[in-house]
């Protein structure tokens, strides 16, 4: 019994290998994109549909540019968060490659937060296409 239940190091590391594509992670990035496409599709044809009607009244027009600002807010939350999550599969297959210091580190992870940690330098000769995911979403 204690034989079987034992496992070496080896064992552990072969299992926690993985050089393939996530394909839970693609996947989310693919919904959140087309989703975030299909509401900007959404949001040109609500507007478009509106282009020319005469307003009924005041509180009429208040809730067209309400849900007109919910389409937009959706949007955008969309393509970020895909943006997001395509920013952190660079970074790690940025990690695996490349040796950054503890503050390149550091930075790289909070690309997508923290807009001072575009002025690290080291990024920008080791970490190029992570800069620009993670520009995108800003």
């Not at 540019?65 to 600002?69: A, D, H, L, M, P």
């Given at each position: 019994n204690q034989a079987m239940s034992i496992n070496t190091a080896?064992?552990?590391?072969v299992n926690r290998e993985h050089h393939g594509i996530y394909w839970e992670?693609?996947?989310y990035m693919f919904t959140l994109a087309?989703?975030?496409a299909v509401l900007a599709i959404g949001h040109h044809v609500y507007?478009?549909?509106l282009n020319g009607t005469p307003v009924a009244s005041a509180g009429h027009q208040q809730w067209a540019?309400?849900?007109?600002?919910a389409f937009s807010f959706l949007v955008k939350s969309c393509l970020q968060a895909?943006?997001?999550l395509a920013c952190g599969q660079c970074v790690w297959k940025v990690l695996r490659s490349k040796s950054l210091t503890m503050g390149g580190i550091d930075n790289i992870f909070?690309?997508?937060?923290?807009?001072?940690s575009f002025l690290q330098w080291e990024l920008y000769k080791e970490a190029r296409p992570v800069l620009l995911v993670a520009l995108l979403t800003w």
């Open positions: 080896a064992d552990i590391n992670q693609a996947g087309l989703s975030g507007y478009s549909k540019i309400r849900f007109g600002t895909s943006a997001v909070t690309l997508t937060s923290t807009p001072f």
